[in-house]
């Protein structure tokens, strides 16, 4: 199987995934919340964030910025995505517990792979690469059924942003 049949199975997978009407565990919460960071990232779905997230979802990211809705939360993610467009997330550890509202909160650890081959705010690309070591993040996600749907309400992300800018700027992390 080459890489495009191998990506269209995985995208299939966790299409079926996101299709589920109803999740009925913890676990299952988990399944749903890493099917829409790899579909989103890794597939470059951006526009699943206005089916996959409430109209008013609040993401509170890594640089203390807080960004309300679909539509600036994609921005956020074209910005990143630019930087790096061979990105992907890889969820190394996750776990659920249900909340009080019949929703689920979702905590994962992450990192990203990839390579500054785009422009940034910071400038021309520096060709460093995100990995393991200088991309680890821990996201929240409250999950919530909205319009027979499950959903993102709101979404936590803390991540090293002065080893990112560094990377961005071609600087060694002191």
């Known amino acids: 199987m080459d890489y495009c049949e191998t990506m269209v199975m995985e995208r299939k997978k966790m299409e079926a995934i996101l299709d589920k009407e109803e999740l009925k565990s913890p676990e299952e919460a988990v399944k749903f919340a890493e099917a829409i960071s790899k579909v989103i990232w890794n597939h470059q779905m951006l526009g699943l964030v206005y089916k996959y997230y409430t109209k008013d979802a609040v993401l509170k990211g890594p640089d203390g910025d807080q960004i309300v809705g679909p539509q600036q939360i994609q921005e956020k993610f074209l910005t990143f995505i630019a930087s790096f467009p061979d990105l992907r997330v890889v969820v190394s550890e996750a776990f659920a517990?249900?909340?009080?509202?019949?929703?689920?909160?979702?905590?994962?650890?992450?990192?990203?792979?990839?390579?500054?081959?785009?422009?940034?705010?910071?400038?021309?690309?520096?060709?460093?690469?995100?990995?393991?070591?200088?991309?680890?993040?821990?996201?929240?996600?409250?999950?919530?059924?909205?319009?027979?749907?499950?959903?993102?309400?709101?979404?936590?992300?803390?991540?090293?942003?002065?080893?990112?800018?560094?990377?961005?700027?071609?600087?060694?992390?002191?």
């Open 97 to 174: 517990k249900k909340d009080s509202e019949d929703g689920y909160m979702v905590y994962q650890r992450t990192y990203c792979e990839g390579t500054n081959t785009g422009m940034s705010m910071y400038g021309p690309p520096t060709f460093r690469k995100l990995n393991e070591k200088n991309s680890l993040g821990q996201s929240v996600f409250l999950l919530r059924k909205e319009d027979g749907c499950w959903k993102i309400a709101q979404e936590y992300s803390i991540r090293s942003k002065r080893t990112i800018e560094n990377l961005l700027k071609n600087l060694d992390d002191e």
